[in-house]
């Protein structure tokens, strides 16, 4: 399969015929290093080569589930290809701008990631669809395990995983659930959520991690502890915690239909703009979709062609540019992103 067949390969979480009504996804992502050598900041160019190689090797004859990994170095892919990659959420900003002895190995439809070479020597993930955190951690455990039976990671008894962050010394875990929660923004007790989860040793960020916005009223949460903390324990609070934020998500949803009016209009108002307009920013769109999602949930619009979180993915600026082959000027890609609202998303 071709770099460009992968990148067109819809990510299975994206896709998934059944969708929860809040959490879009739910991903375990474990950080590892190497025992014999430094952190990839510390590295030589040439050390950091050949431990990619070293990483590569193993990963391609690694199957899980039933799946291979295919691996892509960072030196053949493209700087429009790269930043496709971090808006489907398989690489991170940092390791698009790093340079060689870097890459990425994927599952078909993106199940699993690991990134070689990050801020770790090996940053591995799972994106399940809806609220799957067991399911997630089951491949990410099993991986885990595929990869420590061939490499020697760095490991104290005390201390637990050893990583470049101290932050993520322990387990190395962190456990996301990606949520769509307009309600609670609308009727303005967002605030007090986010006021409540810091002491919990939890955070609550955008659609892209730390420092990126709420676009969409999409927000990430995730744990902040992963020393001193087991797997199990962070897997159980976070599911706790995301159980407790949907029902106050869906308490708000019903003080918003209690007045239907007004919601009916609003959500039309947005099924309309979706639905006619030739020009859309990237802002807008996103405000546009939350809007049209929160009134399909609601029972008060037909569904759309696509899932939520397609439409949300889809609309992004690099995933434009890479469909229409090359460069779009900034009115261009907010055309492009209106034509494809229209077509995909809620056409008839």
Wanted: hydrophobic residues 45%.
């Amino acid at each position: 399969m071709s770099l460009a067949e992968i990148l067109a390969q819809p990510s299975h979480w994206l896709t998934a015929q059944e969708q929860h009504p809040i959490v879009l996804s739910t991903r375990v992502r474990l950080a590892r290093n190497l025992a014999d050598r430094p952190f990839p900041p510390a590295l030589t160019a040439e050390k950091t080569e050949q431990t990619e190689a070293e990483i590569a090797a193993v990963l391609e004859t690694t199957k899980i589930d039933g799946q291979c990994l295919r691996y892509l170095p960072l030196r053949d892919i493209s700087d429009m290809e790269k930043m496709v990659l971090v808006e489907k959420h398989l690489i991170s900003p940092a390791l698009a701008a790093l340079g060689a002895g870097r890459g990425v190995a994927l599952s078909p439809e993106h199940r699993l990631a690991v990134m070689v070479n990050e801020e770790d020597h090996i940053r591995l993930q799972v994106i399940s669809p809806g609220n799957s955190l067991q399911e997630a951690f089951r491949l990410a455990d099993q991986l885990d395990d595929a990869l420590e039976s061939r490499l020697d990671f760095a490991f104290r008894e005390r201390y637990g995983y050893l990583t470049a962050c101290p932050t993520n010394v322990g387990t190395g875990m962190r456990v996301s659930t990606m949520m769509h929660l307009p309600a609670l923004v609308m009727t303005k007790q967002m605030q007090q959520v986010l006021s409540a989860l810091s002491p919990l040793g939890l955070a609550i960020r955008g659609l892209y991690g730390e420092g990126s916005k709420a676009w969409g009223n999409i927000f990430q949460i995730s744990n902040q502890v992963t020393l001193g903390k087991s797997e199990e324990d962070t897997l159980v609070n976070i599911e706790a915690v995301t159980e407790q934020v949907c029902e106050l998500e869906n308490n708000a949803r019903q003080i918003m239909l209690a007045g239907r009016r007004a919601l009916e209009d609003r959500v039309w108002r947005a099924r309309g703009l979706l639905s006619h307009a030739r020009i859309l920013p990237v802002e807008e769109a996103f405000h546009l979709v939350s809007e049209d999602r929160l009134g399909v949930e609601a029972g008060l619009l037909p569904g759309t062609r696509e899932t939520f979180a397609a439409l949300v993915l889809n609309l992004l600026p690099a995933g434009l540019r890479y469909r229409h082959g090359g460069e779009m000027t900034e009115d261009q890609l907010n055309a492009a992103r209106a034509d494809y609202l229209r077509a995909a998303a809620v056409g008839s």
